[in-house]
């Protein structure tokens, strides 16, 4: 809410009129000089009073234009004028720091001068309690001076503030204070490298005590720990970061910071998977994470984003409490789902919506008695699980960042339940869908780690290694496999093939690997049992691979054998058509090859082929992958 008036205004233009706001470094102008053209403290005072909070931006083009109002703002904190504004002066203080250490043309010693202007004003009036400040405004000013400190390159003013905070209570030392002392630490540096970077660790887990800044305070104590070479307790800190982060950048460099452990531990395959998917997550940026690990003050401009808000009115309550996003949750609590896909169906940015869902989850479930608390958790967790889906393909990385944050709330239970683990295969499956193996093989390794063994799972990661082994290579002798890794999906694949529910699939995947191999024979023992599967569309792809087979073994009747069952399995699909026309040639029959590939051509092109979308796992199934969960998800806990 504003804390100044109308009536204060005509106060502080007297008061400016007889020079003391508007005094000069030189003096005070003479009656026949012309007026200054530069603004004055009272005049960008009296825009944020009229609503317009992005003054400081409109003024200064350059950091180094906001130096000249250091005396401006001097004189004005000693003014008769200062106190009626409140917390609007240190706002404005803070807002021309910002400006003139992020401005081009920075001038970070101006920065430095109205942060220690601003703090000292600040912690005067905490003490006498003359301005009334609420213990949050002050608390938000405090962090948002140190990030402005650090970018500036005021570390040892920072640290000497913050062993001031720790000593005296001035204010809390909250998360993100000790955050902003790891970066201080680390940037100010000293002769001994490995004492310092133990000192940053310790505030950084601090830090991470906070849910709010656990994931980038433990990204940065495990980017300390990788420059000591601890990378067993780096690899510990990104455990306790987690996966549910909405910041991309952070959740990009949680992902290449676990890769450089699991390089420095030796364990390569594993680390290539997390490389893959911090490039995944911020495709087409190089090196993304740089700026993180520069230790800038990213959260500058948020900070003063809500330092200005705060000069706003307040937002009603109630209609905030009644937000589209409650509406969405309530619907979706009723079975009424396709209130979602409606709202979906409008929403321009999936990061708005995202921030809105994460903004208001705890508070719905909180709204309800505790015998609901479940089923709650489990809508949110259904929620953000179709928005992923519908919105992924547009906004993969926003998509991703969603899931696995519903992901963390669910992993938070004690014991996984069946929700869960059918939850964790729907997201597999909608990785698979969206042909993600990176972020696919990492949510698998948490998901088994909570449902180890689970047969939907542990197909789901050997479809995850099929996909990361990539196609096979054009040459000038033909096509080449992709070498190691294809070992890598055998194995997986054996694995799974131990479990009766998915034998026949893992069956068939393991005949097209090892048709991949360059092992025909191999593939016919699979691809065998796989055409005995009740699924029309495993049978499809076990005849079509039977017939690829038997074309390797030069057979050709048996090709055509092979063709012939798969487009009666799945009549109408092309690739199976494609085939058998020239499997008929192969064979030496021009007559009968002419009229099926004349048949492909009149073919119904709304005819789903298997074959398209074998790289896609369970995606097929979607549908009823989320009416098995939507059913699951309104029974009790206990009555299961």
Not at 325 to 351: H, K, M, P
Not at 469 to 482: E, H, Q, V
Not at 624 to 629: C, E, F, Q, S, T
Request: charged share 25%; hydrophobic share 45%.
């Amino acid at each position: 809410m504003r804390t100044f008036r109308p009536a204060v205004l005509i106060v502080a233009i007297a008061w400016c009129v007889v020079g003391v706001c508007g005094a000069s470094p030189e003096g005070q102008q003479t009656a026949n000089a012309p007026a200054s053209p530069g603004p004055t403290v009272t005049s960008m005072l009296d825009a944020y009073w009229r609503g317009n909070l992005d003054i400081v931006d409109q003024q200064f083009e350059a950091g180094t234009a906001v130096a000249p109002m250091i005396p401006l703002m001097q004189a004005w904190a000693q003014s008769a004028a200062a106190p009626t504004w409140r917390q609007a002066g240190l706002v404005l203080t803070l807002d021309l720091a910002a400006a003139a250490v992020l401005r081009p043309d920075p001038a970070p010693q101006a920065t430095l001068v109205l942060v220690a202007l601003g703090r000292t004003e600040a912690l005067r009036r905490k003490e006498k309690d003359e301005a009334g400040l609420a213990p949050l405004f002050v608390q938000a000013w405090m962090e948002t001076s140190v990030s402005l400190e650090v970018a500036a390159g005021g570390e040892a003013r920072a640290l000497a503030f913050l062993r001031r905070v720790d000593q005296e209570r001035a204010v809390d030392m909250s998360p993100a204070l000790w955050l902003q002392q790891g970066l201080a630490t680390e940037r100010l540096g000293g002769p001994d490298v490995t004492k310092v970077l133990e000192a940053a660790v310790k505030a950084y887990d601090r830090a991470a005590r906070d849910p709010g800044q656990r994931a980038e305070a433990s990204a940065r104590a495990a980017h300390a720990l990788n420059r000591m070479r601890r990378y067993r307790d780096a690899i510990r800190r990104l455990d306790v970061a987690g996966d549910g982060t909405e910041d991309v950048a952070v959740a990009t460099w949680l992902a290449h910071l676990r890769g450089v452990a699991l390089e420095g531990l030796g364990e390569d395959a594993e680390a290539v998977a997390a490389h893959e998917q911090a490039r995944a997550l911020m495709p087409g940026q190089a090196d993304p994470w740089t700026s993180l690990e520069r230790g800038d003050a990213r959260t500058i401009v948020d900070g003063i984003r809500r330092l200005r808000a705060s000069l706003a009115p307040a937002a009603d309550p109630e209609a905030e409490a009644r937000s589209a996003v409650f509406e969405i949750f309530d619907a979706y609590e009723r079975a009424d789902y396709g209130a979602l896909a409606a709202s979906l169906r409008i929403v321009d940015s999936l990061e708005a919506f995202s921030a809105s869902v994460r903004d208001v989850a705890d508070r719905w479930v909180r709204d309800a008695p505790p015998s609901a608390t479940v089923r709650r958790q489990r809508v949110i967790a259904m929620v953000a699980l179709e928005a992923a889906q519908a919105k992924g393909l547009s906004d993969w990385p926003r998509a991703h960042l969603l899931v696995e944050w519903a992901c963390e709330r669910l992993r938070a239970a004690p014991v996984p339940d069946e929700f869960e683990r059918r939850w964790h295969h729907a997201v597999a499956t909608l990785m698979a869908g969206a042909v993600q193996p990176a972020p696919m093989e990492v949510h698998l390794t948490h998901a088994l780690a909570r449902v180890p063994d689970d047969d939907a799972l542990v197909m789901d990661r050997a479809v995850a290694a099929e996909l990361r082994a990539g196609p096979d290579i054009r040459s000038t002798s033909g096509l080449k496999p992709p070498g190691a890794q294809l070992n890598v999906v055998t194995a997986r694949l054996e694995q799974a093939a131990g479990h009766p529910a998915d034998r026949e699939e893992a069956h068939l995947r393991l005949g097209y690997t090892a048709l991949r191999r360059g092992f025909p024979n191999e593939a016919l023992v699979h691809l065998d049992t796989a055409a005995g599967s009740s699924d029309a569309v495993i049978r499809y792809l076990a005849q079509l691979l039977r017939g690829r087979a038997f074309d390797k073994l030069q057979r050709p009747n048996d090709a055509v054998s092979a063709y012939e069952a798969a487009t009666e399995t799945v009549p109408g699909a092309q690739t199976a058509v494609i085939a058998l026309a020239a499997a008929y040639s192969r064979q030496g029959d021009p007559v009968r090859s002419a009229e099926v590939a004349e048949r492909a051509l009149a073919l119904d092109p709304t005819i789903q082929d298997p074959w398209l979308y074998y790289g896609q796992g369970d995606f097929r199934h979607w549908p009823r992958i989320v009416a098995d969960l939507q059913a699951l998800m309104l029974i009790p806990e206990d009555a299961r």
